[in-house]
C-alpha cells in the first residue's frame, strides 16, 4: 500500500518488516528492470518515528527541536511536525519551511547567533520570538528590528572533550563574558530568558553535557541576579545518530538526567529543549550508488616508476615533510613496502615514555584507520577507534631508496600547528600483522588541561606483500600490486558532502551474497571533474565492472541539506517505506482507509469468486 505526504512524496507501506539490504536489492532489481542506473535514498520514516518516540521516553523532560539543517528533506520535516516535534532553524529559509507545514511559531526557535537583519524582521513578522545571540552587536539588533524578542544567551563549553564536529570557534560567548552581556541586555530593555549551548556535533563523550549544564547554571543564576525572568534551558545537540557512534544515546540520557535532576531539578519548573538533528536522521536513509567509471593501475611496487598509492582523503594535497634526520625532504606518502623493527624504530626516532604494547589482529579482520587532516579535531576518531590517547604521531614516509621516521612531540594543544604541516594518511591494513603503541600513563584519562598530556608514538608496520595461492599451488594476482579506482554517480558535492562538511567516514557495502575470494586496495570517486571528489581514498572490494551497484547505510545526516547540482549532477531519486504498523501510530486515518480498502476487496472477492481466485 502506498500513501502521499505532500510535496509528490509517496511512502510505500509494507505490511511485514524487511532487512534494510533487502529493500535496496528489491530498488536494484527495480532499476535495472526499467533500465536504469540513477543513484538513490532510500528513507526509512519509521525509524524516524521511532527515534522520536525513544527520545520522549528517556528524556520525558527535554523537548526536542528537531535540527532542519541536519536534513531538511520533506518527507522527514512532514513526519516530525506531526509527531508533535519542534524545530530549531537557522535561517529564513528554514522557518519558511516549516512554517508551511503549520507549524505554530511557539515551536521554532532561531538558533543562529548571527542572523542577518531581514531575516529578523521576517522572524518578527511571523512571530517566531525565541532567538539566540552571544554578542553587543547581536543585541543592538534585536533593540531595532525585534525588541519583543524571547532571548537566548549561548555560551561556549569546555572543548576537551572528544567530538565530530567542534562549533565552539565560532560560537558561543565565554562564561566570564556573560555578566556583560546580560547587563547590556538589561540596560537596552531587552528580554532575555534562558540559556544555551552545544557541545559539539557528534559528540563522543557524555561527560562534556554535565560540564556544560554546570557552566550553564551560573550563568543562567546570572541571569536571575540581573532581573531577567530566566526560565528555558537550551542543551543544543550533539547525541549520535546510529548504532556505530562511539557512545550510545543510552549513555547520554543517563549523564543528561543526572545533570539535570542536580543543577535544574524538576521543581524549579525550567523548560528543558534540545536540538538533536544526526540522532533522528542518520541511520533513516541509505544510499544507493552505480558504478559508472572504473580504472585498474597494476604495477611492480618496487619497480622504478611505482609509486605509492596515495590513500589521503584528499589525494592532490602532496604535503612536504622534513625528515628530522638528514634534512631531506620527501613526499608524504606512506609507502606499503616501509616494514621498521621496533629497533629501528628506536634508533631513528627516539625513545617515548611507557611501555611497548601490541595490539594483536585476526588475520583478515584487522583494518587501521588514521586520518589526521590539518586539524586535531581527528585524533578523537583514532583515540576511540585504539582506545589510546594520542599527543604525538610518528610518520613513516620513504623516497623509494630510504626510509624516514618523521615524529612530531608536543602536547595535544599545539597539535593543530604541528599537523598544519603535513598529514598522516589513511591507512588501511587489511590483514595487519599488528600494530604498535605506546601504553599512557593512565593519570593522563583523567587530565584537565592539555599541558599534562604524556608523548606518545603510533606507528603501523605493515604485513610483508605475500601472493596468494590458488589450490592447484598456482600463485594468483597479488593484490597489494593492483590498484582499482571506480567511480560512481554520487559524490562529495551531493550526498558524501558529509564526507568534507561532517568529517564523516563512510562504510561500504555491496548488494548480494558476498562472495570469498581476491579483494584489491580500491578507492572511490565521484562523478565531478573536481580531484576533490574523492569519498573513499583507501577500501578494499572484489573487483567489480561497471554497471555494479554498491550501497552505504546511515546516510541520513548532513547529506541532502548540503547537495549542489555542481557540473550538472543530479541529486538521487528519494523513495520512502514505513512499517505499516509503526505509520498508523500518527497517522490512524490510513489505517482506517486501509481497513475499509480491505473489507471492500474481501466483499468483492465473495461476490465474485472466480474474480478472486489467484491461477497458478
Keep these: 500500500m502506498k500513501t502521499w505526504i505532500g510535496n509528490n512524496c509517496v511512502v510505500d507501506l509494507l505490511p511485514h518488516e524487511k532487512t534494510c539490504k533487502t529493500l535496496v536489492e528489491e530498488k536494484i532489481a527495480h532499476h535495472e528492470r526499467e533500465d536504469k542506473d540513477e543513484a538513490f535514498l532510500l528513507g526509512d520514516l519509521g525509524d524516524i518515528i521511532n527515534k522520536y518516540n525513544y527520545w520522549v521516553r528517556k528524556l520525558p523532560r527535554i523537548v526536542p527541536f528537531y535540527a ?59 512571530n517566531v520570538s525565541l532567538m539566540t545571540f552571544d554578542s553587543e552587536g547581536e543585541l543592538l539588533k534585536f533593540k531595532d528590528i525585534y525588541p519583543g524578542a524571547k532571548l537566548v544567551l549561548r555560551i561556549f563549553t569546555p572543548n576537551n572533550f572528544k567530538v565530530q564536529c567542534e562549533l565552539g570557534m565560532k560560537f558561543g560567548c565565554q562564561p566570564s563574558e556573560a555578566p556583560l552581556l546580560l547587563q547590556t541586555a538589561r540596560n537596552l530593555g531587552l528580554d532575555v530568558v534562558g540559556v544555551s549551548f552545544h557541545v559539539g556535533s557528534g559528540c563522543r563523550e557524555a561527560r562534556a553535557f554535565a560540564v556544560a549544564i554546570q557552566q550553564a547554571r551560573q550563568v543562567f543564576d546570572i541571569g536571575l541576579g540581573h532581573g531577567f525572568n530566566m526560565n528555558l534551558l537550551d542543551i543544543g545537540g550533539g547525541f549520535p545518530g546510529q548504532k556505530s557512534a562511539p557512545i550510545s544515546f543510552d549513555e547520554i540520557v543517563k549523564v543528561l538526567n543526572e ?18 538533528g544526526r540522532y533522528m536522521v542518520a541511520s533513516a536513509f541509505t544510499l544507493g550508488v552505480n558504478i559508472i567509471g572504473k580504472h585498474v593501475n597494476a604495477s611492480d611496487q618496487h619497480g622504478e616508476n611505482s609509486a605509492p598509492v596515495s590513500t589521503s582523503q584528499h589525494p592532490f594535497e602532496h604535503q612536504q615533510l622534513e625528515s628530522q634526520e638528514d634534512g631531506l625532504e620527501s613526499q608524504a606518502h606512506p609507502s606499503s ?72 612531540c ?31 600513563d593512565e593519570q593522563r584519562q583523567n587530565r584537565v588541561d592539555d599541558s599534562q598530556a604524556v608523548p606518545t608514538r603510533i606507528l603501523v608496520e605493515p604485513p610483508p606483500a605475500q601472493s596468494e595461492q590458488s589450490e592447484d599451488g598456482e600463485p594468483l594476482v597479488c593484490a597489494s600490486e593492483r590498484a582499482i579506482k571506480y567511480c560512481i554517480n554520487d559524490g562529495v558535492f551531493g550526498s558524501f558532502s558529509c564526507c568534507l562538511y561532517d568529517h564523516t567516514h563512510v562504510e561500504v557495502s555491496l548488494p548480494g551474497e558476498p562472495e570469498m575470494g581476491i579483494t584489491y586496495e580500491c578507492s572511490l570517486w565521484g562523478p565531478t571533474c573536481d580531484s576533490l571528489d574523492c569519498i573513499l581514498a583507501k577500501t578494499r572490494l572484489p573487483e567489480l565492472k561497471i554497471g555494479d551497484w554498491l550501497y552505504f547505510l546511515d546516510m541520513g545526516a548532513y547529506t541532502m541539506a548540503a547537495q549542489s547540482t555542481f557540473k550538472g549532477t543530479t541529486p538521487p531519486v528519494r523513495y520512502y517505506y514505513c512499517l505499516a504498523e509503526v505509520w498508523h501510530e500518527i497517522y490512524p486515518i490510513e489505517q482506517r482507509k486501509e481497513q475499509a480498502w480491505i473489507r471492500q476487496t474481501t466483499s468483492e472477492v465473495r461476490a465474485h469468486p472466480s474474480q478472486g481466485r489467484r491461477h497458478p
Design 68 to 126: 532542519v539543517k541536519c536534513n531538511d528533506d520533506h518527507a522527514v520535516l512532514k513526519v516530525l511536525s506531526d509527531l508533535g516535534a519542534s524545530f530549531d532553524c537557522a535561517s529564513k529559509a528554514e522557518i519558511e519551511k516549516v512554517l508551511k507545514l503549520g507549524v505554530q511559531p511557539i515551536r521554532i526557535i532561531y538558533a543562529n547567533p548571527c542572523k542577518q537583519t531581514s531575516y529578523i524582521r521576517y522572524a518578527a513578522k511571523h
Design 259 to 276: 545533570a539535570l535532576e542536580l543543577y535544574f531539578p524538576t521543581d524549579e519548573g525550567v523548560r528543558i529543549i534540545a536540538e538533536p
Design 337 to 408: 613496502e616501509c616494514s621498521l623493527t621496533e629497533s629501528e624504530t628506536v634508533s631513528q626516532a627516539g625513545t617515548s615514555s611507557g611501555t611497548t604494547h601490541q595490539n594483536l589482529l585476526p588475520g583478515g579482520l584487522g583494518e587501521l584507520k588514521l586520518r589526521f587532516q590539518h586539524n586535531k579535531k581527528y585524533v578523537p576518531m583514532v583515540e576511540l577507534e585504539m582506545q589510546k590517547e594520542i599527543a604525538e604521531a610518528g610518520f613513516i614516509i620513504s623516497d623509494n631508496k630510504q626510509i624516514y621516521v618523521c615524529q612530531y
Design 410 to 440: 608536543e602536547s595535544a594543544q599545539t597539535f593543530d600547528s604541528v599537523i598544519a604541516g603535513c598529514d598522516l594518511w589513511t591507512m588501511h591494513h587489511k590483514d595487519c600483522n599488528y600494530l604498535k603503541v605506546h601504553e599512557l
